[in-house]
């Protein structure tokens, strides 16, 4: 078992930015997609991680997996909760990190993705509301599934 080195992340992270700073280079960064599974490595040497998450940079087409640990407290995490919720309760509501995420990657057609980040946060909701956002939440689920297909995962 080895311990996270915030130093090679941010090395990692900044070898594969365009950026130069720190907080520059870490808005270039989106989440793709996140899995699970036992047994991997961080960019930061953490080992071993069960929670992946691999981020995207669209400026330099670059990817990096990391452990959920060492992107405590950024959107990754709020993303992953956001489609954890969705995962095991289709009829919940997404966060407001996933419903942005969802967009951003076209996930859902504009008809849908407005729709679907209008009911962040929604606590009751019609009978036809809710047949819109179970079948959105199994759209995100079966796009987000495939994302990590592509990786070879």
């Known amino acids: 078992m080895s311990s996270c080195k915030p130093e090679n992340l941010r090395k990692e992270v900044l070898g594969n930015s365009q950026a130069s700073d720190w907080d520059s280079a870490r808005g270039e960064w989106a989440l793709r997609s996140v899995y699970d599974e036992y047994g991997g490595t961080c960019v930061c040497s953490h080992y071993p991680i069960t929670q992946h998450c691999v981020l995207y940079n669209s400026k330099t087409k670059k990817e990096l997996t990391v452990g959920l640990e060492a992107v405590m407290g950024h959107t990754v995490k709020l993303a992953r909760d956001g489609y954890v919720r969705i995962s095991r309760n289709i ?3 997404p966060n407001k ?3 942005a995420i969802v967009e951003s990657q076209g996930i859902l057609t504009q008809k849908y993705a ?3 980040s209008s ?4 606590r009751k909701v019609s009978r036809k509301q809710m047949l819109w956002l179970v079948s959105c939440n199994r759209k995100v689920k ?10 070879g995962i």
């Open 91 to 93: 009829e919940t509501p």
């Open 97 to 99: 990190t996933l419903a």
């Open 114 to 116: 407005g729709f679907y």
């Open 119 to 122: 009911m962040i946060g929604t």
């Open 142 to 151: 079966v796009a987000m599934s495939r994302i990590v297909l592509q990786q």
